[in-house]
């Protein structure tokens, strides 16, 4: 290739690939908004925010991986601002993984009941 067409090639390139990450962090804050959705909900019925592992919504979303990959990234320093504080505004949210609640709490078993 010539380098013109070498540039026309990087650029197109350039903007496939930025349309990827533009498209990934679409869907990112997609899902981000249907576990906030999927906790308050959550927690609206049972008055915590410890779903048990693999515990899945109604709908299907795995809201069990979700909490446990949001309270992660906060720990290390991972989740933005704005994530953060939305969690903040869920009733009962907490940052202590599920381990360390269950512990913290007295050792009582954060049941999901029916």
Not at 80 to 101: G, H, K, S, T
């Amino acid at each position: 290739m010539t380098d013109h067409a070498d540039s026309i090639h990087n650029g197109k390139l350039q903007q496939a690939v930025g349309h990827l990450s533009t498209g990934a962090a679409r869907t990112d804050a997609v899902e981000f908004e249907r576990g906030v959705t999927a906790i308050i909900a959550f927690a609206g019925r049972h008055g915590h925010t410890r779903p048990s592992d693999g515990y899945r919504d109604e709908s299907g979303f795995p809201l069990a991986a979700w909490v446990a990959r949001q309270r992660e990234a906060y720990l290390e320093n991972r989740l933005a601002d704005e994530r953060r504080a939305a969690l903040d505004c869920v009733d009962c949210w907490d940052w202590i993984p599920a381990p360390a609640a269950h512990h913290h709490r007295g050792g009582e078993h954060p049941e999901e009941g029916p």
